[in-house]
């Protein structure tokens, strides 16, 4: 089956950084996708990552490998807003998305 | 430009009877999704449709249909409700055409099946 693991839920201090751990076991890859969502809000595209190594935007970096099956989201200068649930999702061998069930990052002053 | 719009906002509905969420977007995009978020597990599609006249099932079609007659609306249809279909209801759209194809979100519908 396929299967993307994440941590349910993170905490970290405001002004830190923090780095969210994705794992994934998918029937084929094309991709792999960041998204934040708020509290009662819809996900917003945050990052796509379809070769190896790292991507940055501005506080955001995300990090691909894909013979480990595992990426990361790294968040710098943490502010209060960055507080959300992240989700990692992956483009399987039929261009679906497959889900993370979301990391809930709660940012501590 | 409203992007992708959702109706309604929240809906009580009774077991046994039938409910359309609709779901309308203006990017002229090709391909949309519904999918439906519960706590603890990701997002899990429902339904797709990669162009206007087409649709596919995803995850977990049971008990929903779709239709999409043309590229900007995409309604969801419970035929008779049941409690487990209680969820938050996303539609969303991308271009469909790109590799890197990034999906964009309606605001969410929030059911509740008694």
């Known amino acids: 089956g396929q299967n993307i693991d994440q941590p349910t839920e993170m905490t970290a201090t405001e002004g830190a950084i923090v780095q969210i751990n994705c794992t994934y076991q998918?029937?084929?890859?094309?991709?792999l996708f960041w998204y934040q969502q708020h509290a009662g809000e819809a996900p917003t595209f945050l990052s796509y990552?379809?070769l190896d190594g790292l991507e940055e935007k501005g506080r955001f970096s995300s990090f691909l490998s894909r013979s480990k099956g595992y990426s990361y989201l790294l968040l710098k200068e943490l502010q209060m807003k960055d507080s959300a649930s992240y989700l990692c999702a992956v483009l399987d061998s039929n261009y679906q998305l497959i889900w993370g069930a979301g990391t809930k990052l709660i940012i501590k002053p | 430009i409203a992007g992708i719009t959702q109706a309604p906002t929240s809906q009580i509905l009774a077991a046994g009877r039938r409910m359309t969420l609709r779901c309308t977007q203006d990017?002229?995009?090709?391909?949309m999704y519904w999918y439906r978020q519960d706590l603890g597990l990701g997002l899990r599609l429902i339904h797709y449709?990669?162009?206007?006249?087409?649709?596919g099932k995803g995850e977990v079609p049971d008990g929903y249909s779709v239709s999409r007659a043309n590229t900007d609306d995409f309604p969801l249809t419970l035929a008779s409700a049941v409690p487990s279909q209680t969820s938050v209801y996303f539609c969303?759209?991308?271009?469909?055409?790109?590799?890197?194809?990034?999906?964009?979100f309606g605001p969410g519908t929030r059911l509740t099946v008694l």
């Open positions: 990017m002229r995009h090709n391909a």
């Open positions: 969303a759209s991308s271009d469909g055409t790109q590799d890197r194809d990034e999906q964009f």
């Open positions: 998918t029937s084929g890859f094309n991709g």
């Open positions: 449709s990669n162009t206007a006249g087409t649709t």
């Open positions: 990552n379809v």
